[in-house]
């Protein structure tokens, strides 16, 4: 399996600009999870699907960010506008039920969001 | 505080061991994770130890559970320059459905 995919690897946007981020998480796998990683809050989790469903949001910043998951191979984040204070590396990971220690969360490569 | 600390810098010399401490508050936690992030890419799992063991090995990983006093630590023995990278700690929990909470990281740099 080729692992799970993102898109843009990097983006460079203006302020106010809209970023869409998009991720194809592994086939199978029925947990879906968008993080954010920078250097003063570490790695947080804004939001996480099961079977195509959010099932907790409340890592999601604000009402500009928004994540959807129209079927099982494809997720999308989008920031609407955005800001500067958003640039952040996004990581999209995918799991199997349960999330047990068999069940390993899988990470893709991130995307590099820089918002000037 | 947070749900899982951990010191964010770590340096070590070539062919020394090191350890990276963690200690976590949630006393429910069953599964205790070791992830590794190399410059640039995602995290991936390196180990992790179920809550009713103390320690378990892995070529040159061990990692050690207190459970007492909530602490887990990961020893890289003979450190190489190519485990420079970011450690993250994390648990999970039943009640949390085993959704893992990271720590912020620590990042070994490992030095000639």
């Known amino acids: 399996d080729a692992g799970v995919i993102q898109s843009p690897r990097h983006e460079v946007t203006e302020m106010g600009q809209e970023v869409t981020l998009r991720c194809k998480p592994i086939s199978g796998h029925d947990y879906l999870f968008w993080y954010r990683q920078t250097m003063m809050r570490g790695l947080e989790l804004l939001i996480y699907?099961?079977?195509?469903?959010?099932?907790?949001d409340s890592g999601m910043p604000e009402d500009r960010f928004s994540a959807k998951m129209p079927n099982a191979s494809f997720s999308t984040l989008k920031i609407q506008p955005s800001e500067p204070r958003d640039s952040a590396v996004y990581f999209c990971a995918s799991s199997l039920p349960g999330t047990g220690p068999g069940n390993t969360i899988y990470f893709g490569e991130g995307s590099w969001l820089t918002v000037v | 505080g947070e749900d899982v600390e951990q010191s964010l810098f770590l340096s070590v010399r070539e062919g020394d061991s090191s350890v990276i401490n963690c200690t976590y508050t949630d006393s429910s936690s069953t599964y205790l994770y070791w992830y590794k992030q190399e410059p640039g890419a995602g995290l991936q799992l390196l180990t992790y130890i179920f809550s009713n063991m103390d320690m378990k090995q892995d070529q040159r990983l061990t990692v050690l559970l207190n459970k007492k006093d909530k602490h887990l630590s990961l020893r890289i023995a003979d450190t190489q320059t190519g485990d420079s990278a970011i450690y993250f700690c994390a648990e999970s929990t039943s009640g949390g459905s085993y959704i893992p909470t990271f720590g912020r990281g620590t990042s070994l740099i490992v030095h000639p």
């Open positions: 699907f099961n079977n195509n469903v959010p099932i907790d």
